[in-house]
């Protein structure tokens, strides 16, 4: 036994090995995606929860609206004092829950021009994967989720969906519960190895738990 948990040890290590150098290279073939580029422009000296400049928790909603426009995108604006409504195609989330104005949240949405070899050039490999209550995988940060569109494999070119806060919480050195609700990071691989991997894992899916 002691044999095959190290002959697994140093197969995962040169899984997340290649998983990183595959990025870079993948990373470095074009240019930076908009949204993605938007994660350091006007962005230096801030902190990470930092998106063309707007910082959450000192960007007033209205503020970071004008500057989601001024790039181009649409504006979804949540808060709790305006009414849910209907939208479609590419658009930029911002979201408050308090009744002041400051921004608590960016969701990128319904954008697929963002992979996830790309994000990992700029964030480094992801602390963790979680899969949401639709049964997609997400690669989690300290501020960052990447939920993959593509639910059956997680790959570099996974395309992904974006979403900034403050609250997201981290594992340190990369490290889950005791009781697992996220499975640790094993690099590119598809969806059911995980599951097949780290059984212990306790998903919780829509209407569960």
């Known amino acids: ?27 470095r073939t074009k240019p930076l995606d908009p949204l993605l580029r938007g994660l350091t422009e006007a962005c230096e000296g801030q902190p990470q929860t930092c998106w063309y400049g707007i910082v959450l928790g000192q960007t007033t909603i209205e503020e970071a609206a004008s ?27 911002l979201y408050t829950r308090s009744a002041g104005h400051w921004l608590e949240g960016i969701n990128i949405v319904d954008c697929d021009t963002v992979n996830l070899g790309d994000l990992m050039i700029l964030l480094g490999q992801p602390d963790y994967l979680d899969v ?11 501020y960052f989720l990447a939920t993959l569109i593509d639910g059956r494999k997680v790959t570099p070119r996974s395309r992904v ?4 806060a403050s609250q997201f919480g981290e594992f340190p050195a ?3 519960p005791a009781y697992p609700m996220v499975f640790h990071w094993m690099g590119f691989r598809p969806l059911i190895d995980y599951y097949r991997l780290q059984p212990l894992v306790q998903v919780s899916f829509c209407g569960e738990g």
Do not use: D, H, W
């Open 1 to 27: 036994m002691p044999r095959f948990l190290v002959k697994l040890a140093f197969l995962i290590a040169i899984v997340l090995i290649t998983t990183n150098i595959l990025a870079c290279l993948l990373g």
């Open 174 to 176: 990369g490290e889950v």
């Open 132 to 142: 949401n209550c639709m049964g997609k995988p997400v690669a989690g940060y300290k």
């Open 161 to 164: 969906q974006l979403s900034i």
């Open 67 to 93: 500057i989601v426009e001024s790039k181009g995108y649409a504006v979804e604006i949540y808060t709790p004092s305006v009414p849910a409504e209907e939208y479609s195609g590419c658009r930029i989330g």
